[in-house]
């Protein structure tokens, strides 16, 4: 889009550009009309619905109060007509007939068999003493249990549309004795004639209809009853109790032939009876407001485009007749022609771009003779600083060879001085195992037989030698443990696992440390030199819990799997700061734990301590092995 847009002359942009931006205002007006229109119908749909429901609202409430009312009076015959006394009966009767006001047609009570005992205003065909028990009406009231409206209407002799309502009379044990009924004009100002004071202009009316679709009242009143059209569509939304509004067609009979119009119905149900109120008006009427406003909307969208035609034509003509010659000139300085000028009178924008290109133009000559001069003298400094870089790069180099080199003999160092520490760790054990061990125990011996009974007679010698026997066999004791600090023999004969168990048996439990070792294995050995370090490891571990742990219970495990050996040193010494002790904020190192690192480090593998005050302290060391289980390390034979 934006290269296809660059091949176009500003003359012709600014007209597309203007139209799109037109369409994009006058497509979001015309869909804000659209939908200001939608909602000024919408609101007068809603406003034709909830004036119908208003009505039945009204209906409702009036009905229900008849209801009621006429309930309050059934249970006030109630003791008359158990006394059978008439004359209060007809006190009661026309005492409701006052206050309803409603009942302007006749108000009567019935006996248990339908028979008329009183009438307040009847009409002449009803009288007392008739039975009426057969009236369908009568009938549903007499098996009702409370007070309802007749679901059909009747008609006087003078075309007038009354409603029957009626409410059964029980005893105290719930029989039914009689009934109050009367007959109700629903076009009385009291009740339906609520319709006339809605306003709904001249074609729009308001109907009161039952199940049936028959017209109970009209506004105007003087407009004929009749059947509703869409009687059946009515009866089932009085059934179902929903209000809607929707458009519907009517015929109209002129001279000449039907007319169809089409109308708008709005419907409301009533809760208390079986009817319904429509309020219908001619849609051409209803929604002429909305066709005013779009017809508006129209004038202003045409007159709109016509000044935005204008407006586009006057500013695209202002702009590209000096940016035409701006451009020309720009051509001219690119093409290497500095002698002709750019200047425009005007002090707007365009003005102002014409003396800076002037101002460029001037200008431009000095500045090419200035870059000319900077690029030779930058070229001059990128190839020194190019030489010395490389020179630089050299030097690197060879420092970082000789730090890999210094580190490498620092390690083979380290680790000989440790092999060398260890093989003279083994030629003594193995001196003071081959003669301190046997001079002591054939000395051992000799005293034993020098304090035999041969030698009874001297006793003061015996009791001598008896003294320096438990000195010369905590002597021979004190060997064997330097001898086992040394070099266990067990660690050559047995192996990993029986010298260790050996060792902190001996060393922890004699000092009423209780000690729990594990091992997956038993029998597994390693290189003499993984096991020397591991031996050590452990060994160092368990030195700083006699030194410094004053633990009760130590429990070391060892775990052989295919590509690693893990050591696991825990005790519920005091604990300690581990960052104080491994000097990760400046303190001092500890020096065991600083030779079992390094011990770790030499093996390739991987040393941690978790430790706290008052929680004890817990080393892992995890030593990694190659593809024939031997332990990895830059020197092995110097690892122990």
Known sequence: MVPLLANISLEKRIPLFAGIALVVILTTFTLVGLQAVNDSREQALQERLVSAKMIASHLDLTLSHVL???????????????????????????????????????LFLLDRDGSVLLIVSGPASLCVGSNISGQPFISQAMRSSGPLVAEQQCYLSDGTSIVCVASPIKDSAGEIIGLVAGSVDIADPGIGGFVNTFRLGETGYAQIVDASGAVLANTPRDMPAGEIDHQGRLAG???????????????????????????????????????????????????????????????????????????????????????????????????????????FASKDEIGRLSRAFERMRIQLKTYLDQISEWNKQLEERVRQRTVALEESRAE?????????????????????????????????????????????????????????????????????IEGLRPLLIETLEEVHNLIFD??????????????????????????????????????????????????????????????????????VSLRFADEDICATVTDDGRGFDTTQVLGTNGGRHGFGLLGISERVSLLGGQFSVDSAPGQGTRIDVRIPLDEKGNGYGRDKGSAG
């Open 396 to 464: 690197i180099t060879g420092l970082y060879e000789e730090l890999r080199n210094k580190e490498q003999v620092r390690r083979e160092l380290l680790g000989r001085i440790i092999s060398v520490q260890e093989e003279e760790r083994k030629r003594i054990a193995r001196e003071l195992h081959d003669e301190t061990s046997q001079a002591l125990t054939a000395l051992a011996v000799g005293l034993d037989t020098a304090v035999g009974p041969a030698s009874a007679e001297i006793g003061e010698v015996k009791r001598r």
């Open 486 to 555: 040394l070099r266990p023999s067990s660690l050559d004969d047995l192996g990993l696992v029986a010298a260790l168990q050996s060792y902190a048996e001996s060393r922890l439990e004699g000092i009423g440390i209780k000690v729990n070792f594990q091992s997956d294995s038993l029998e597994q050995r390693l290189p003499a030199h993984a096991e020397s370090a591991l031996f050590r490891i452990v060994q160092e571990a368990m030195t700083n819990v006699v030194k410094h742990a004053e633990a009760d219970n130590v429990t």
């Open 68 to 106: 009621r009312m006429l309930g309050v009076t059934s249970d006030l015959l109630t003791p008359a007509l158990e006394q059978n006394d008439l004359v209060r009966a007809g006190e009661i009767l026309n005492n409701a007939y006052e206050q309803l006001g409603i009942f302007k047609h006749n």
């Open 237 to 343: 939304l009085i059934e179902a109790k929903e209000a809607v509004v929707a458009g519907c067609h009517n015929c109209h009979k002129t001279e000449d032939a039907v007319e169809r119009q089409r109308d708008i119905l709005a419907f409301a149900p009533l809760n208390a009876a079986k009817w319904g109120v429509t309020i219908r008006q001619s849609e051409k009427e209803v929604f002429a407001q909305a066709r005013d406003l779009q017809r508006k909307f129209g004038y202003l969208a045409i007159l709109s485009i016509l000044a935005v035609v204008v407006l586009v034509w006057t500013f695209t003509r202002s702009i590209t007749s000096p940016l035409s010659s701006i451009t020309l000139a720009a051509e001219r300085m690119a093409s290497g022609n500095l002698s002709h000028g750019v200047s």
